[in-house]
């Protein structure tokens, strides 16, 4: 396991590392770029900035070549799940996967059930979060593929950071990840049926909104909100600032299937642009990602992918799952009963670092009506062996400081799966937590893929 | 076997005038193993762009936009099918219909369905899905009072249980949360009915190879006095109409259903 003490200078001590001058100027820099994402707290949004770490993660070239490998393999096989799911089923007729994991989860859509997406692609654009236990195993610990964000902010902060300290990068044979957006552009080109191309946010008020103009620019599509789109004669129209209509070929839509289409979905919703979804099913226009998709990445599916695998691809699964037990299962109950205080919980509906509880942390009282939900609903939840992840040094006001950190692959789906040689590398400010979501205050690093 | 006549229409009017009317309509009834429409024409009106689609349940749908102001919306729809041509539906295998399995928010049981659930399978134990359905069917017939007003489109089937009735919506919604406590895949039918007044809703149960019609309001099976016009998990995936607008307006709708046996066609 190779991490930056490695490639920075061995024999002097860490404060002499040029990687810490750079900090406070980074993050300044991060700030007026206006990098920042939103949450909603007590009904009210708030704009956080993203604290940036300089001291990266570092993946060297054989072990990222692993982790590709497995990457591309599941990203393929939840491709062909999805696939599978809207037609014809057999991964339920084979009993491969219990029906009502599908069909009671939050993933499923009936309103998706018979169609074929331009080019058979589902998940263009899949985040996969992954975390290393400190004897160097990788374990998968969700799959992210309605519409997981991040990409931009290793991006933006790779850049930064090369002007502000290019001294760092020189000799370390660092794969450049500022070609996102190149591989963006192709997944969106793939599946564009003729026409513009274009990033559709919710606006301003949306957590990622930064992310959503930052690709736009990057990528050269248009950024566009619901007004700004029409559906007419069965196609989908942009109209410009002159009131020109242009027709849209792919939609990279980051906006949830629920408020997508009020004609199909969410009746309430006022983000959305009626109709889309009526001329997508009769494939007039590629929407990015798939509406529907979420059926592959509901946490009660994720047990199950390892099995997916080797029901579609034939093959054994290269990443690991975290060990994982469904409550569903009697054998598995028992086990989550008697094993309860070493594990992990998690609401099968919840995310986002929400609905999370860990055994060991609950009152003898809350165990026990915990262990009385479980029994109630065993379908709504999943019990992982709590993993000792690794720490990374952060540095705090001078100091260095080990932290949990997660890393979020980022898979893109054009004429075959392409893994960006970088991610989002998310950690706990908490020393305590093992939660590294952005949503509750952690921060982020860069992931350094080493070529050697 | 018979040969009906169908006229609908459907007429909705705005206390003022609205503007970029977006609407979506599953009107049209289609050709299934037990009915075949061989005519049918629907004019919709204001003048307006028009789409036609087929939905993931297999329903008709006509999509389009009205943009320009407009004080009333609607369709007049007519048509000639012929029904009664099989006693059943051919269904997909069980794998294919699990989606019709499952509860919705809509039939999703509470205190009340889950003990009427217990009182009815318990009086019988019925081997066949057949006459367990027809059972649930009757046992509902008895339980409900058929009564407008009482409810509203967006009741759950929980709450008409509540209330003690409804209409032929209701019962369909209560059908399909037992049936779907049996575990049997079933299906919400809008359609119309022999007569005179409005359109009409009935439940699909999955038995095997084939989908069996059953009414709960009138406590028979479907036969050839009724016409299919579309199916889902519930009454959202059926609603005849659908619209947004911009406009803050009142909005009456009226609905009537005209449907009639042919006897003397002179080309007999």
Redesign the interface.
């Known amino acids: 396991m190779i991490t930056y003490m490695d490639i920075f200078n061995r024999e002097k001590n860490v404060e002499d590392l040029e990687v810490y001058t750079g900090v406070g100027d980074v993050n300044e820099q991060l700030a007026r770029y206006g990098v920042k994402f939103g949450i909603y707290k007590n009904n009210e949004f708030k704009e956080q900035l993203f604290p940036f770490d300089m001291i990266p993660r570092v993946i060297d070239g054989e072990e990222f070549r692993y982790l590709e490998k497995g990457l591309k393999q599941r990203v393929k096989a939840l491709n062909l799940f999805i696939d599978d799911i809207y037609g014809?089923?057999h991964i339920?007729?084979d009993k491969v996967i219990p029906?009502?994991f599908?069909?009671?989860g939050s993933g499923?859509l009936?309103?998706?059930?018979?169609?074929k997406p331009p080019k058979g692609v589902y998940s263009h654009i899949s985040g996969i979060d992954l975390v290393q236990s400190k004897d160097g195993i990788w374990y998968v610990l969700e799959d992210n593929l309605r519409i997981p964000s991040g990409a931009s902010y290793p991006m933006i902060a790779r850049g930064i950071s090369r002007r502000s300290a290019p001294n760092l990068f020189a000799g370390k044979h660092i794969e450049d990840n500022r070609n996102y957006a190149q591989l963006l552009r192709k997944t969106m080109d793939h599946v564009n049926i003729g026409g513009h191309t274009v990033i559709l946010s919710p606006g301003r008020y949306n957590a990622a909104y930064f992310e959503h103009s930052y690709l736009a620019e990057k990528t050269g599509a248009h950024l566009v909100t619901g007004k700004e789109l029409i559906?007419?004669?069965?196609k989908l129209y942009f109209i410009d600032y002159s009131g020109r209509k242009e027709r849209v070929g792919a939609v990279y839509r980051r906006i949830s299937d629920e408020y997508l289409d009020?004609?199909n979905f969410n009746?309430e919703s006022v983000i959305g642009i009626?109709?889309i979804f009526?001329?997508y099913?009769?494939g007039n226009v590629a929407l990015i990602n798939a509406p529907g998709n979420g059926v592959a990445d509901d946490k009660g599916i994720y047990y199950f992918v390892p099995k997916m695998i080797k029901y579609y691809l034939g093959e054994e699964a290269v990443l690991n799952n975290a060990p994982t037990f469904l409550p569903y299962y009697e054998k598995d109950m028992k086990y989550v009963m008697d094993n309860f205080d070493d594990l992990v919980i998690k609401d099968v509906a919840e995310a986002g670092g929400y609905g999370v509880v860990f055994g060991n942390k609950l009152s003898s009282e809350e165990k026990v009506r915990f262990k009385e939900m479980l029994k109630n609903e065993p379908r709504r939840f999943i019990a992982q062996n709590v993993i000792d992840f690794i720490d990374i040094d952060i540095m705090d006001n001078g100091k260095l400081l080990p932290r949990k950190a997660d890393l979020r692959a980022f898979v893109l789906m054009a004429e075959e799966p392409m893994v960006w040689k970088s991610g989002l590398t998310r950690f706990s400010r908490n020393p305590d937590s093992f939660i590294v979501n952005s949503s509750q205050g952690g921060g982020f690093k860069d992931t350094w893929v080493l070529s050697q | 076997m018979k040969r009906l006549r169908f006229q609908y229409h459907m007429k909705l009017s705005f206390s003022n005038k609205v503007c970029n009317h977006r609407f979506t309509l599953k009107c049209i009834p289609r050709d299934t193993d037990s009915q075949i429409i061989e005519n049918y024409s629907v004019s919709v009106y204001p003048d307006h762009i028009n789409s036609e689609n087929i939905d993931s349940h297999g329903n008709i749908t006509l999509f389009g936009y009205a943009g320009e102001y407009h004080q009333s919306f609607g369709f007049d729809l007519e048509g000639v099918a012929i029904t009664g041509l099989s006693e059943y539906e051919g269904a997909k295998e069980l794998h294919k219909v699990g989606m019709y399995r499952y509860q919705t928010q809509i039939t999703e049981p509470g205190e009340k369905l889950k003990s009427f659930h217990k009182v009815i399978l318990s009086s019988e134990k019925n081997s066949s899905t057949d006459s367990t359905a027809h059972l649930i069917m009757q046992k509902i017939y008895e339980k409900l009072t058929y009564k407008q007003g009482l409810t509203v489109m967006e009741t759950t089937a929980e709450e008409v249980l509540n209330k003690g009735g409804g209409v032929c919506q209701d019962y369909a919604h209560v059908m399909l949360a037992i049936c779907r406590m049996e575990k049997i895949p079933c299906r919400y039918v809008t359609g119309m009915m022999l007569g005179e007044g409005s359109s009409h809703a009935w439940v699909e149960v999955w038995d095997d190879n084939k989908w069996i019609g059953f009414d709960p309001t009138n406590n028979k099976r479907v036969d050839d006095e009724y016409i299919k016009i579309s199916n889902g998990r519930d009454y959202s995936d059926c609603l005849v109409n659908q619209g947004i607008f911009i406009g803050n307006v009142i909005q009456n709708q009226e609905i009537s259903v005209f449907v009639y046996e042919e006897v003397n066609d002179k080309n007999d």
């Open positions: 014809e089923k339920i007729k029906e009502e599908i069909y009671a499923y009936s309103q998706c059930e018979g169609i559906v007419e004669n069965d009020p004609m009746k009626p109709h009526d001329i099913r009769k």
